[in-house]
């Protein structure tokens, strides 16, 4: 008989670098709309009061949001794998829980863009029979990844589930 596998709290922490990769993230986002906006005003006269408007209010939005969010975010985002399942938590106004039993798994994956290769984090993609979609966790440390990836292909290789 199959083990039951309940929704709980994961135990792990993402890498702490998370913080400052969000951070960065979201500074060059803001950084690049304050620039179009700031170069828009100095091009287009008549619509200058408007655009410099717009930017104000995305310099009083985004840089709270760029330095709150990150460190909400990372208080909240968690994960752990079991032999049964692997367990997620993301999301920082909107939390996801998610719980993804190893039976149901199809693939793993793990991926790390520029910026992320630049903190040395990675992203694991977790890919099961579930029209909820993939779990992916990110902000880990990009040797803890392959890691983790290593493992959820062994536990799911070993582990007799149809996958769907």
């Not at 670098?17 to 620039?35: D, K, P, Q, S």
């Not at 208080?75 to 039976?103: C, F, K, N």
């Not at 992203?123 to 029979?129: F, G």
Request: no cysteine.
């Amino acid at each position: 008989m199959e083990e039951q596998v309940r929704l709980r709290p994961p135990a792990n922490r993402v890498d702490p670098r998370a913080v400052r990769y969000w951070m960065t993230g979201e500074a060059i986002t803001n950084g690049v709309v304050a620039l179009v906006l700031g170069v828009l005003a100095f091009l287009i006269p008549p619509a200058r009061p408007w655009l410099l408007l717009a930017l104000g209010i995305v310099l009083v939005i985004g840089i709270p949001y760029m330095i709150v969010m990150p460190i909400w975010r990372y208080r909240v985002h968690r994960w752990e794998i079991t032999e049964d399942a692997v367990y997620t938590r993301s999301g920082w106004l909107w939390q996801e829980w998610r719980v993804a039993p190893m039976s149901r798994i199809q693939t793993v994956d793990t991926k790390r863009g520029p910026l992320e290769q630049a903190f040395r984090l990675s992203s694991v993609t977790v890919t099961t029979a579930s029209a909820a979609g993939p779990i992916t966790i990110k902000g880990l440390d990009h040797e803890v990844a392959a890691e983790l990836a290593d493992t959820l292909t062994e536990v799911t290789q070993a582990n007799r589930g149809d996958a769907t």
